[in-house]
């Protein structure tokens, strides 16, 4: 078991019995992960039910408010992200220009992590002490905004993830028992390609009217057919000239996951009628298909705006914590020479947890605090800046999700889809197909630059 004076001390005893061969480096982004994801879950109490009896006791955090069950939820997230987002963000500041672990900075970065804990706690419970006012609107603005660009970094690292996996099972069909490999390799992208092509069904049966709906009607064709294009793109003989390993495994992916924006989209309108909820879409489809000629057909009534319940666990919410909490994994202990995550977050070399052979610490004497190598002596492997920049957006993003971009209205007795939701999650899988598709083209465009 680590002892105590590890919390004050450099990253890496917190970790060391689990990943006893990592270096420095990962450790730390590892802890930093696990922070903002225990703050997730803390969050997520906060929606559960009974826990607004709790949040209620709060002195002033539901003064002034007509229907305090359904928005202290909300504000208690509102809270705990805000926490971690300021966290995030005066450590972004702090580590501007840090170049190596020599910084007396990095110390700050990589340790002292007794009172970083404290100093989170100490934010969270003063958040809730904050005056309501126009906290919580400015913070949906700012939450907005930054769940926008996080969306987008999810996009680098899904890029990133669909070209490695092509090219790992590329080498290994290269390698031998090829027939296998291949055979996976069209497996998973017919499996993706079949889930985005019911998604399509799904959407237009339950998310369009005959005489209604004319957004989503668009939304849906417009990135079915651009789908359809890229992944036409990928498998073009000049672009395969220029990156043989470019295939349909890579468009497969990028075209379900924007299949999810689309439907995360449509989820956020304010037209109940074009976004019924998944229990009403279920129970639609449990309802007979043909009515007996002596019995009077029964119009189903369509839900009326209304006050919303905030529920954590609502379908596209779970879908996108899922994404976040891989893609955040992903991006702490991905890392190889050519790798986007690299580029993205300013790094040279690194490499995943499990290859990190040196320094294992196998040397160590029985009762020394087992610590793990510091690989950042004579240059950072990533911009600690930058990386406390992109935790400060993922603040945001979660709390986003959390309360399914709900905005209370101007008297906060209702919470309401709004708009500006809709289409920033729409454009954002917009972006996520002109991303993948410049992957795919830049070679071509500029044929002197290495794209590897």
């Given at each position: 078991?680590?002892?105590?004076?590890?919390?004050?001390?450099?990253?890496?005893?917190?970790?060391?019995?689990?990943?006893?061969?990592?270096?420095?480096?990962?450790?730390?982004?590892?802890?930093?992960?696990?922070?903002?994801?225990?703050?997730?879950?803390?969050?997520?109490?906060?929606?559960?039910?009974?826990?607004?009896?709790?949040?209620?006791?709060?002195?002033?955090?539901?003064?002034?408010?007509?229907?305090?069950?359904?928005?202290?939820?909300?504000?208690?997230?509102?809270?705990?992200?805000?926490?971690?987002?300021?966290?995030?963000?005066?450590?972004?500041?702090?580590?501007?220009?840090?170049?190596?672990?020599?910084?007396?900075?990095?110390?700050?970065?990589?340790?002292?992590?007794?009172?970083?804990?404290?100093?989170?706690?100490?934010?969270?419970?003063?958040?809730?002490?904050?005056?309501?006012?126009?906290?919580?609107?400015?913070?949906?603005?700012?939450?907005?905004?930054?769940?926008?660009?996080?969306?987008?970094?999810?996009?680098?690292?899904?890029?990133?993830?669909?070209?490695?996996?092509?090219?790992?099972?590329?080498?290994?069909?290269?390698?031998?028992?090829?027939?296998?490999?291949?055979?996976?390799?069209?497996?998973?992208?017919?499996?993706?390609?079949?889930?985005?092509?019911?998604?399509?069904?799904?959407?237009?049966?339950?998310?369009?009217?005959?005489?209604?709906?004319?957004?989503?009607?668009?939304?849906?064709?417009?990135?079915?057919?651009?789908?359809?294009?890229?992944?036409?793109?990928?498998?073009?003989?000049?672009?395969?000239?220029?990156?043989?390993?470019?295939?349909?495994?890579?468009?497969?992916?990028?075209?379900?996951?924007?299949?999810?924006?689309?439907?995360?989209?449509?989820?956020?309108?304010?037209?109940?009628?074009?976004?019924?909820?998944?229990?009403?879409i279920i129970s639609q489809?449990?309802?007979?298909?043909?009515?007996?000629?002596?019995?009077?057909?029964?119009?189903?009534?369509?839900?009326?705006?209304?006050?919303?319940?905030?529920?954590?666990?609502?379908?596209?919410?779970?879908?996108?914590?899922?994404?976040?909490?891989?893609?955040?994994?992903?991006?702490?202990?991905?890392?190889?020479?050519?790798?986007?995550?690299?580029?993205?977050?300013?790094?040279?070399?690194?490499?995943?947890?499990?290859?990190?052979?040196?320094?294992?610490?196998?040397?160590?004497?029985?009762?020394?605090?087992?610590?793990?190598?510091?690989?950042?002596?004579?240059?950072?492997?990533?911009?600690?800046?930058?990386?406390?920049?992109?935790?400060?957006?993922?603040?945001?993003?979660?709390?986003?999700?959390?309360t399914n971009w709900y905005?209370?209205?101007?008297?906060?007795?209702?919470?309401?889809?709004?708009?500006?939701?809709?289409?920033?999650?729409?454009?954002?899988s917009w972006v996520c197909?002109?991303?993948?598709?410049?992957?795919?083209?830049?070679?071509?465009?500029?044929?002197?630059?290495?794209?590897?």
């Amino acid at each position: 078991m680590c002892k105590i004076p590890c919390l004050c001390s450099g990253a890496s005893c917190l970790l060391c019995r689990c990943c006893p061969n990592s270096k420095n480096s990962t450790v730390t982004r590892l802890i930093y992960a696990f922070l903002l994801l225990l703050s997730t879950v803390v969050a997520c109490i906060m929606l559960a039910p009974g826990m607004e009896m709790q949040l209620k006791k709060v002195p002033g955090f539901c003064d002034k408010v007509v229907h305090c069950e359904e928005l202290v939820g909300y504000r208690a997230v509102y809270r705990v992200s805000f926490a971690m987002a300021v966290f995030f963000f005066l450590f972004s500041l702090i580590m501007i220009q840090v170049k190596s672990s020599k910084d007396p900075r990095a110390s700050v970065h990589n340790g002292f992590w007794f009172f970083k804990i404290a100093a989170i706690v100490g934010i969270m419970v003063g958040a809730f002490y904050i005056p309501e006012g126009p906290f919580t609107t400015a913070l949906f603005a700012i939450g907005t905004c930054g769940a926008f660009c996080f969306i987008l970094i999810q996009l680098v690292l899904l890029v990133d993830f669909a070209h490695s996996w092509n090219e790992s099972w590329v080498e290994r069909m290269e390698e031998g028992n090829s027939k296998c490999w291949y055979a996976a390799l069209l497996a998973c992208t017919g499996l993706f390609y079949t889930l985005s092509f019911i998604a399509v069904v799904l959407f237009y049966v339950f998310y369009t009217k005959p005489d209604a709906c004319t957004e989503n009607k668009f939304f849906i064709s417009f990135n079915m057919l651009v789908c359809i294009a890229v992944s036409i793109t990928s498998v073009l003989p000049k672009v395969q000239e220029h990156q043989p390993r470019s295939g349909l495994l890579q468009s497969s992916i990028i075209t379900l996951y924007t299949m999810y924006l689309t439907w995360s989209a449509m989820s956020n309108e304010p037209e109940r009628i074009c976004n019924p909820s998944l229990l009403n879409i279920i129970s639609q489809i449990a309802a007979p298909t043909s009515i007996p000629a002596n019995v009077t057909a029964i119009v189903p009534v369509v839900p009326t705006p209304g006050p919303q319940k905030l529920q954590w666990w609502d379908a596209q919410s779970v879908v996108g914590l899922t994404v976040f909490v891989l893609c955040l994994l992903y991006s702490s202990i991905r890392s190889s020479n050519n790798s986007q995550v690299n580029k993205l977050t300013l790094s040279t070399s690194d490499s995943v947890i499990l290859d990190d052979t040196t320094g294992t610490g196998s040397d160590v004497e029985d009762g020394e605090i087992r610590r793990v190598p510091d690989n950042e002596k004579d240059g950072v492997q990533y911009s600690y800046a930058f990386f406390h920049f992109m935790l400060f957006l993922a603040s945001l993003y979660i709390m986003m999700t959390l309360t399914n971009w709900y905005s209370p209205d101007a008297e906060f007795k209702t919470l309401t889809s709004k708009w500006p939701a809709v289409w920033v999650k729409i454009s954002s899988s917009w972006v996520c197909l002109l991303l993948y598709l410049w992957t795919l083209v830049a070679p071509l465009v500029l044929p002197n630059r290495d794209f590897n």
